[in-house]
């Protein structure tokens, strides 16, 4: 049986999501193709405002609707410790501790393998942010623990220590070596924000 022309597109493109096979991606189509017009209207409408209702934040380079996002934005926030963090979801992740600071998101880690430099995430950006601020006393480095956050972790103190007198740490080891921030539970996060180390 051939399968007709947009069911097959759909599960193409359920296919490109990470973690989703061809299997899961049937399902989710064929789930979809059930559901009332209603809400696969809804569905689509909340993809396309994913893009264009959504901005990067000029100063973190976090996600939110407003520029600069409500983090930055705060008053009340801490501006003397910035908590640097692979994508937006780690930042949710650890705001869920208690932690009150800014913060600055990279989008991504130092990998070669996949052609990812510095230039490819928000170096940059995080390294002139701390030059043109008086305020930082401490650059927190909560990337995952694995050998490509490893890497970026010793790159961005290397080059903090170069510009400013700025405190550099690096969360405890309250994460097992290859874990993922935005699975972790608040508990376990909070204790390595706790245990962070000096770089």
Do not use: W
Request: aromatic share 6%.
């Amino acid at each position: 049986m051939k399968i007709p022309k947009p069911i097959e597109k759909l599960i193409e493109n359920f296919e490109k999501l990470p973690g989703i096979g061809p299997k899961t991606a049937q399902r989710l189509t064929f789930y979809l193709l059930h559901n009332p017009q209603t809400e696969l209207d809804n569905f689509a409408q909340a993809l396309t405002s994913l893009k264009t209702d959504t901005k990067i934040c000029s100063v973190c380079k976090g996600v939110d609707v407003i520029d600069p996002c409500g983090i930055c934005a705060n008053s009340a926030r801490n501006k003397a410790v910035i908590c640097v963090v692979e994508s937006p979801l780690d930042a949710m992740a650890i705001e869920k501790t208690g932690y009150r600071g800014l913060y600055h998101v990279l989008h991504g880690v130092i990998n070669p393998l996949q052609n990812i430099g510095p230039d490819e995430i928000y170096i940059d950006d995080l390294i002139r942010r701390l030059e043109n601020s008086a305020n930082v006393c401490e650059v927190i480095i909560a990337v995952n623990p694995t050998m490509e956050g490893e890497t970026t972790a010793f790159y961005i103190a290397k080059l903090i220590g170069q510009i400013k007198n700025i405190k550099v740490t690096r969360i405890g080891r309250g994460l097992p070596t290859g874990a993922s921030l935005e699975y972790a539970d608040e508990v376990t996060l909070g204790r390595a924000m706790e245990g962070r180390t000096e770089m």
